[in-house]
């Protein structure tokens, strides 16, 4: 077993100002001075914005300036480095009148004091207060905002974020501010306003209050948290097969646990269950004592969730990735700065530093799963799950990326990760070990695993689960000592079997639609800047397809070249546009539904891509355009189109029909699940397209191909381009009698509006098509 780091045995105490008090645990530094962000915040002008920091050393805590421009004093001299304990006095920037810290122990909780957060009736595990404080008799603000009544330094949290008001009749309402990512009343979100009845549970980001007596207690999770799961399954085919089979373990604070199996022992559908991703059928799961299922629209917020692919543009540097993550994650008034902070905060953890300016794809396999787990940290999640992070690793990353989750769940997380690797389970606090069938094989210490399996090498153990089917492995692990003492006694939290349906709603959105939008196409316009193959591509197309038809147009649109001139803008429409976008949606598949399940806007990421794609679709239509007819003679009646300029017209309707295609390409996109296919189909596309746009075939007239040709939009585009031209004059015959062919205003209109219409109804089809590929509650 890999060394552990030495626990801090210095003991809690409660630090005490004008304004309230602080609980300090000795598994954190507590930083003091002016600055907001800090953990003890001094509003004095002779106290220095980073002042000192308290913080456990071994079995005592000690102070520390950190130069700080007017001092700490304590026992009337000036200090540097000081060993502080209850009863200690300390004051800052001035040693007669600055502001006052006093410092005590940690009573036991009175338990008539304890409310609904720390009472084990309720949530089965004890707590203490963080910061204790009378209740207010006006209206209360809370808000990361310095100027509110209470400061909550969590960038999760809006500036202004709610208020607690006291009624005429001596009770309290709490009141959201039009919070970005919500106020939340015994796990449910507060729409506008809610009165709190007695035990209420008042969450706000990271924290939640609760009103004990004549004082506002708040409650901030850290991320030392417990999760105890209890009797969860999960079946399909109306419950005639089993995923999981009533899979219970307790999981304790700064545990990392790894869960193994063969295929098909349910570890996805585990790891879905726990995250809320797909709800368990039955059972519990309890974050530190709360119901995750009902609570859920809160809880969520402090998931992390690491899938096995990157949820990562690979063509952008590993700052400005996780910027792009933060700016769509946190509140919309959040400051840059603030943003900027956090990320360099994440890359400094994780060890980043070196990479930072590095685009993902450049890195080895083990950094950019490093980046994948610093997006997730942005948020400060208390629980992280990840999904095959050692995938595709060599020996040395899987063991670096292990050593990395150590890390992490020291530093005050609970880790669970799901893995086929056994190289480097010796890391882990707890392993899971699930037969087929969804069924515990075993829970306990890793390195006791294979001696109760009767075996010496992992191999041996998976081939007997796949060979020995008739053997109960969970009955014999129910009877072992090993599930009596790692679960049964371990389990501290009562059971408490979940009744009724499982109701969640999808979660807010940190920023607007608009500002969504905002950022996304910053984004998507970064990332395809940063993709030179796809630049020489979208240059080059237009000027390859374009020369093609001045080749065949020659000096002028003639009998003999007239035809073709337009079949090859219709194919090079057509290309142009699909060829953007065939591989746009199923690429990001990953990375979509995992920032659809924090919040995403559906509307603003299909918009993103329809304008940036858009854009450069119009932009390469015009090129191709240009180069294929100017300076041509384009033989137009009286030398004019049907409403302006001939040159303008067919400007426009191969622009339109190239923006149609486009859609079409990510209509394409979202229906296939592989991007290896997409090509293949994009050439199938291209020869539809050529088969049905009226140049080759005569449609009008013939039952079923002309209807099907409606679908065709460069049936429609050739139509409006024709008709510009009056192509029957040019080209007398079957084919360019047309009826869509018609010099006419009526006729024109028609073929361009119908072009808007399937570019419309694409569009429609794909954002239904996007909606199969997110999570359960965001489809609601």
Not at 321 to 337: G, I, M, N, V, W
Request: some cysteine.
């Amino acid at each position: 077993m890999a060394e552990r780091p030495v626990a801090s045995t210095a003991p809690e105490l409660v630090l005490k100002t004008e304004t309230g008090s602080v609980v300090m645990s000795p598994s954190h530094a507590y930083r003091v001075g002016r600055d907001p962000l800090g953990d003890i915040v001094l509003d004095d002008s002779r106290v220095s914005w980073h002042h000192a920091v308290l913080k456990p050393d071994g079995d005592h805590w000690t102070l520390q300036d950190e130069q700080s421009t007017n001092g700490t004093y304590a026992d009337g001299g000036r200090v540097h480095k000081w060993d502080v304990g209850p009863g200690s006095v300390l004051r800052f920037g001035s040693p007669s009148d600055g502001p006052c810290v006093v410092l005590a122990g940690r009573p036991p909780p009175a338990p008539e004091r304890l409310s609904a957060v720390a009472n084990p009736v309720l949530t089965g595990t004890y707590r203490q207060p963080t910061s204790v404080r009378p209740l207010p008799t006006r209206a209360f603000r809370i808000g990361r905002e310095p100027d509110n009544d209470l400061v909550l330094h969590d960038l999760v949290v809006s500036r202004r974020h709610a208020e607690l008001h006291t009624l005429p009749d001596g009770t309290f309402e709490i009141v959201d501010l039009g919070s970005h990512n919500g106020t939340y009343l015994n796990g449910q979100r507060v729409e506008d306003r809610a009165r709190l009845g007695p035990g209420a549970i008042v969450g706000i980001g990271h924290s939640a209050f609760c009103l004990v007596g004549d004082e506002l207690q708040e409650y901030v999770d850290t991320g030392d948290v417990s999760l105890d799961v209890q009797d969860l399954s999960v079946a399909v085919d109306r419950g005639r097969k089993a995923l999981l089979d009533h899979v219970s373990f307790p999981v304790g604070q700064k545990c990392l646990l790894a869960v193994v199996g063969p295929s098909g022992a349910g570890k996805s559908t585990l790891l879905n269950a726990l995250t809320g991703q797909r709800p368990a059928d039955h059972g519990t799961v309890l974050y530190d004592g709360r119901d995750l299922y009902r609570d859920y629209a809160e809880l969520r917020q402090r998931i992390g969730l690491v899938p096995q692919d990157d949820i990562l543009h690979a063509q952008l540097t590993v700052r400005r990735a996780l910027s792009y993550a933060a700016e769509l994650r946190f509140p919309q008034d959040t400051a840059k700065a603030e943003r900027r902070e956090r990320v360099d905060e994440v890359i400094r953890e994780l060890g980043l530093e070196q990479r930072a300016r590095q685009p993902v794809h450049s890195l080895s396999g083990g950094q950019r799963k490093r980046v994948s787990v610093a997006l997730e940290l942005l948020t400060k999640p208390s629980l992280l799950f990840l999904d095959e992070p050692t995938s595709g690793l060599d020996p040395g990353m899987d063991r670096s990326v292990m050593h990395m989750l150590r890390g992490l769940a020291d530093d005050g997380r609970t880790v669970i990760v799901v893995t086929h690797s056994v190289l480097s389970l010796d890391v882990c606090d707890r392993l899971l070990v699930l037969a087929p069938g969804g069924r515990t094989a075993y829970y306990g210490p890793p390195e006791e695993a294979l001696e109760f399996f009767g075996f010496t090498q992992w191999p041996e153990a998976f081939e007997a689960f796949e060979r020995d089917t008739e053997r109960d492995w969970a009955e014999e692990y129910r009877a072992s000592g090993f599930h009596r003492r790692y679960v049964a006694d371990a389990t501290a939290q009562p059971s408490r079997p979940r009744s009724g349906p499982v109701i969640m709603t999808p979660p807010p959105r940190p920023r607007s639609r608009g500002a969504q939008l905002g950022t996304l196409v910053r984004r998507y316009t970064a990332a395809l800047g940063a993709d030179r193959t796809f630049l020489v591509i979208m240059v080059a197309l237009p000027f390859v397809m374009g020369a093609m038809a001045r080749a065949l147009a020659g000096g002028a649109l003639t009998r003999d070249t007239a035809m073709n001139a337009l079949l090859i803008l219709c194919v090079g429409g057509v290309l142009t546009g699909a060829a953007n976008a065939v591989r746009e949606l199923v690429k990001e598949r990953v990375i979509y539904r995992r920032e659809r399940a924090v919040g995403l806007s559906r509307s603003a990421y299909l918009m993103s891509k329809v304008v940036v794609l858009g854009t450069v679709t119009v932009l390469q239509a015009v090129v191709l355009t240009l180069v294929a007819l100017y300076g041509v003679d384009l033989g137009a009646p009286g030398g004019g189109g049907v409403l302006l300029p001939p040159l303008v017209e067919i400007t426009a309707a191969v622009a339109l029909l190239a923006f149609t295609a486009m859609m079409l390409g990510l209509l394409v996109s979202a229906l296939v699940r592989k991007e290896e296919v997409t090509m293949p189909l994009l050439v199938l596309l291209a020869i539809v397209q050529v088969v049905f746009c009226g140049a080759l075939l005569k449609l009008d007239g013939v039952p079923g191909l002309e209807q099907l040709a409606w679908l065709v939009p460069s049936r429609w585009a050739l139509g409006a381009m024709a008709g510009t031209l009056d192509l029957a004059r040019i080209v007398p015959g079957d084919l360019t009698g047309d009826p869509l062919f018609r010099h006419s205003t009526g006729v024109w209109l028609l073929d361009i509006a119908m072009l808007v219409v399937l570019s419309a109804l694409f569009g429609h089809l794909v954002s239904r098509l996007l909606r199969r590929h997110e999570p359960a509650v965001m489809r609601k």
